[in-house]
C-alpha cells in the first residue's frame, strides 16, 4: 500500500496529534485571517464615509449566517468521504480508497454546480426572509451572488481536503490555502481600493480565491502517484460507495445545517433590533473569537482522524488513550487562550472599526460572553467527531440537532422574548454547548464499549476456514 503522510494506529499518541493539529491550527488561522482581511478591508476602506463603510460591512456580515446554512450540509457530506477513507488507511485497503477519491470527487462537482446556481438565483429572497436590514440589503445581495460563483470550487476543495486530511496529510491544505489566501487578500486591495467595489469586491475576490484552492489541489491529484490519484476516466458515481459517504455524511451534513439555523436564528433575532452596530459588531466579535477556536479545532480535527485510523485497525486502547489525552490538551488550550484573547480583545477589535467606539463595544461584550463557554464546544467538538469517526453519524447529528439548535430556538423564543437585549441573544451559545458536551460524552461512552465488545467477539471468534480444514 502506498505511504501515509502520518499513520496514527502506532507511535506515541501525543507527538501524532501534535504533529497533525499544527498544520491543521495554521491552515484555518490563515484562512480565518484571510477572512479578518476581508472584514478590515471592507471596514476601512469600502466606501467614502463612515456610513457608506458600515453599511459595505454590514452586507458582508449579514451574508455569514444564510451562507453558512446553505453550503454546510454539502461540505458536511465530506466527512463521509473522510471516514471513509481513514477507516481504510487503518485496514490497509487501498481498492476502497480509489473508489471513494472518484465517487467524492463526482459528487462534490453536482453539488457545487447546482448549489451556486440556486444560490446566485435566490440570494435576494432569501436575505429579504432573513430581514436584512434595507440599507444594506442591496449590497448584501451583490455579495451573496459573487461568492456563490465560487461555492463549486469550495466544495471540491472541502472534499478532497478531507481525504487529503483522513491519511494524515494536514500540510498540503495548508499549503493550498496560503496561496490561495495571499491572492484573495491582493484581490480585495485591488477590488475595494482600486476599482471600489466595496462589499461586491470582497465577494470576487473570494470567489477567486476558492477557484484557485481548487485547481491546486486538483493538480496534486492528478500528477500523485499515491493511492489519492485522481484519474478523470474513472470519475464516476460508484452507487455501493455513494451509499456509504452518504449513510456517513449526510447525519454529520445535517449536524452542520442544524448549527448553522441555529445560528441563523439568532442572526434574524440580531437583526429584528435594525441595527448596523449590532451586525457590525457581532461579526467583528465572531472573527476575532475564531482563533482560540480554530487552535483547538486542530487538536478535534487531529482526534478525529486518529480515531477513523484505529477504527479501521480495530484498536480500541489507543482510540480510549486519544481521547484522554485529547480532552486534558483541548481543556488547557481554551482556557489559557481564552484568557488571553479577553485581555487584549480591545486592541484587536478596534482593528475593524476604529472610528466606530459603539460597534467595538458591541463586540468585546459579546467575545466576553462568548469564549467563556468555548471550551464546551470544543470538547461538544471531540466526543461528537469521535462518535462519527468510529462509524456511528446518526447518533451525534441527533444529538446536535436537539442540543444545538433547538435550544438555540427554543432560548430565543423564550428567553430573549422575556428579555429583549442583545446580551440575551449571546448565551444561548454556552447553554447550548454546555448540554450538548454532556450528552455527546455519554453516548460515546456506551458506543466505544459497544463497539469494543464487537471487536473482541470477532477477534474470538473461530476462523471460518480453520473450521472448514478441521472437519476435513
Known amino acids: ?99 471513494t477519491v472518484h465517487t467524492s470527487v463526482t459528487l462534490a462537482t453536482i453539488c457545487g454546480v447546482l448549489l451556486g446556481v440556486l444560490g446566485f438565483a435566490f440570494a435576494r429572497p ?54 490561495s489566501g495571499v491572492i484573495n487578500v491582493i484581490l480585495n486591495l485591488v477590488m475595494v481600493l482600486g476599482f471600489g467595489e466595496g462589499a461586491l469586491g470582497v465577494g470576487i475576490a473570494t470567489a477567486v480565491a476558492q477557484w484557485v484552492s481548487c485547481i491546486m489541489i486538483l493538480i496534486y491529484m492528478l500528477r500523485t502517484n499515491g493511492f489519492l490519484k485522481l484519474q478523470p476516466r474513472e470519475l464516476m458515481l460508484d452507487i455501493p460507495t455513494l451509499k456509504d459517504v452518504l449513510r456517513l455524511g449526510v447525519p454529520a451534513g445535517i449536524q452542520n445545517s442544524m448549527f448553522a439555523i441555529g445560528n441563523l436564528v439568532m442572526q434574524v433575532a440580531l437583526n429584528s433590533f435594525n441595527s448596523s452596530i449590532y451586525v457590525s459588531g457581532s461579526s467583528i466579535a465572531s472573527n476575532v473569537g475564531a482563533y482560540t477556536q480554530f487552535i483547538c479545532g486542530g487538536f478535534c480535527t487531529a482526534a478525529y482522524v486518529f480515531v477513523g485510523q484505529n477504527t479501521g485497525a480495530k484498536n480500541m486502547p489507543r482510540i480510549r488513550e486519544c481521547m484522554k489525552i485529547s480532552t486534558v490538551t483541548v481543556s488547557a488550550l481554551a482556557v489559557g487562550l481564552n484568557s488571553i484573547l479577553n485581555l487584549v480583545s480591545l486592541p484587536l477589535l478596534t482593528l475593524f472599526a476604529p472610528n466606530n467606539p459603539e460597534v467595538v463595544e458591541f463586540a468585546r461584550i459579546k467575545l466576553i460572553v ?60 454556552g447553554a447550548s454547548w454546555t448540554i450538548t458536551f454532556i450528552v455527546q460524552a455519554i453516548i460515546y461512552r456506551r458506543v466505544q464499549k459497544k463497539v469494543g465488545e464487537q471487536w473482541e467477539r470477532e477477534k474470538n471468534a473461530p476462523d471460518v476456514a480453520e473450521l472448514a480444514e478441521a472437519n476435513t
Open 1 to 99: 500500500m502506498a505511504k501515509v503522510k502520518i499513520d496514527m494506529t502506532e507511535g506515541k499518541i501525543l507527538p501524532l496529534l501534535t504533529r497533525f493539529a499544527l498544520p491543521t491550527m495554521a491552515t484555518s488561522i490563515i484562512n480565518q485571517l484571510f477572512n479578518t482581511a476581508d472584514t478590515i478591508v471592507v471596514g476601512r476602506w469600502g466606501g467614502a464615509t463612515p456610513e457608506a463603510r458600515e453599511i459595505a460591512l454590514s452586507a458582508v456580515s449579514a451574508c455569514g449566517p444564510l451562507v453558512s446554512m446553505i453550503i454546510t450540509f454539502f461540505v458536511g457530506l465530506s466527512v463521509g468521504s473522510g471516514v471513509l477513507v481513514s477507516h481504510a488507511v487503518g485496514a490497509k485497503e487501498e481498492h476502497s480508497i480509489k473508489k
Open 126 to 179: 432569501l436575505l429579504i426572509l432573513m430581514e436584512t436590514p434595507d440599507a444594506v440589503l442591496d449590497q448584501a445581495v451583490l455579495y451573496m451572488r459573487a461568492y456563490f460563483a465560487g461555492i463549486p470550487a469550495q466544495l471540491i476543495y472541502s472534499y478532497c481536503s478531507a481525504m487529503l486530511q483522513a491519511t494524515g496529510d494536514s500540510t498540503r491544505p495548508l499549503l493550498f490555502l496560503s496561496v
Open 370 to 429: 462568548n469564549s467563556s463557554f468555548y471550551v464546551m464546544g470544543h470538547l461538544e467538538g471531540i466526543y461528537g467527531s469521535a462518535i462519527r469517526a468510529m462509524g456511528k453519524s446518526t447518533l451525534p447529528m441527533i444529538v446536535s440537532v436537539v442540543g444545538i439548535c433547538g435550544v438555540r430556538v427554543l432560548w430565543i423564543n423564550t428567553v430573549f422574548v422575556w428579555i429583549r437585549h442583545p446580551l440575551t441573544i449571546f448565551f444561548a451559545y
